[in-house]
Every structure is written in structure tokens, then in C-alpha cells.
């Protein structure tokens, strides 16, 4: 199975996030299954792929093109595959994707995940979605989306088209139940 990791790349967390990290892609190699990821050279993403590469495992980095320089890709572990831009990284790793853990990361992480939510909305992606909740990183967004809900910003149908998880085990475990969200319509989008 291939598994899309969304992550931070800074190098200045916690080290319980980057062990996390690491164990989540010890599982996946374990487990045969390849890493699809953005190919950063730093942060969570260096951690889970240093895992998957310890294990023996495989992955696929993906990156635009414009960090094609510098120190900002992983390139000694796994197929790296550039694209045009931001955009297209996302929408190749998603394509290639059968379904997506999000590790802990600031604002372009929030925006992976945000915009495969709101695919998985709109049944144009339904795949699973499991967020890796270290050290309760994603309380307050469970607790925000959940507001917005009985706000009526947000249909109460998108909380369960996400799982949330307290362990590196538990997001590969739920990763691979197969998604029976039911993913809405575009005419169901803003209920």
C-alpha cells in the first residue's frame, strides 16, 4: 500500500515528534507498504523516511521543481519525482496515494491535509485521512473543526471522514481500514 505522509520539515520540535515519526515509517516498511512524501531533507519528514529506510523499506519523494536546489531534498533514499509546482505536488502525491497520515507540521502541512479534507468532501478522493495526534498536537484543530460544525460552518459529516490517532501503530492501523465515511456531493459541500 502506498501511504502519503504530510509533516513538518523543521528541525527545531520536540523529539518525541521526530520519534513518532521515525516509528510510524519503521511500521510502514514493516508492513511492505511505500512512503509517498514531499522528499524534505529535514523535519518529520526526514525522520519517517529515515524509518521506512532503516526497515528496508521503500518511498517516493515528491518535490516542484524549484527545491531542485540546495539542501531541501532527501535524495539518497528512494525515487524522487519533481513537478512543476506546488500544486502539482500535492495533487501527484495524493494520485498516488491509497490513503494519508498527517504528522504534526505548521501551515503547508494544515494545507494538505485541508485540501484532501475537502476532496474527500466533495467524493472526489475517498481515501482515508488519520491524523497522528503526538503529544496532543491535534486537539485543538479536532476542537475547532468540531465548533465549526455546530457553527454550521462545516458538515458534521466531515468529522468522520477523519480519524484520529494516539499512536504511530494506531494511524498505520487505521490508514488501511478501507474509508466508509460515505464522501459527500458537491451539492451536500456546504450543509
Not at 525522520?47 to 531541501?72: K, L, Q, V, W, Y
Request: glycine share 14%; hydrophobic share 40%.
Amino acid at each position: 500500500m502506498k501511504i502519503c505522509v504530510f509533516g513538518a520539515s523543521s528541525d527545531a520540535l520536540a523529539r518525541e515528534y521526530y520519534d513518532a515519526a521515525r516509528r510510524l515509517g519503521e511500521l510502514m516498511a514493516k508492513g511492505g507498504h511505500t512512503l509517498v512524501y514531499g522528499g524534505g531533507a529535514d523535519g518529520l519528514m526526514r525522520a519517517c523516511a529515515d524509518g521506512a529506510e532503516s526497515g528496508g523499506g521503500t518511498a517516493i519523494g515528491i518535490a516542484p521543481r524549484m527545491f531542485d536546489e540546495g539542501n531541501f531534498l532527501r535524495r539518497d533514499f528512494g525515487e524522487l519525482v519533481f513537478t512543476d509546482t506546488m500544486a502539482g505536488r500535492k495533487e501527484l502525491m495524493r494520485s498516488l496515494a491509497e490513503a494519508f497520515i498527517v504528522l504534526p507540521g505548521g501551515t503547508g502541512t494544515l494545507d494538505e491535509f485541508f485540501e484532501t479534507l475537502t476532496l474527500k468532501q466533495l467524493g472526489e478522493q475517498p481515501k482515508p485521512i488519520v491524523l497522528l495526534n503526538t503529544l496532543g498536537f491535534y486537539d485543538t484543530l479536532c476542537a475547532l473543526l468540531r465548533d465549526m460544525a455546530d457553527r454550521g460552518f462545516v458538515g458534521a459529516s466531515a468529522l468522520g471522514m477523519i480519524s484520529l490517532a494516539a499512536s504511530p501503530e494506531e494511524a498505520l492501523f487505521l490508514a488501511q481500514i478501507p474509508d466508509r465515511s460515505g464522501a459527500r456531493s458537491r451539492a451536500d459541500y456546504n450543509k
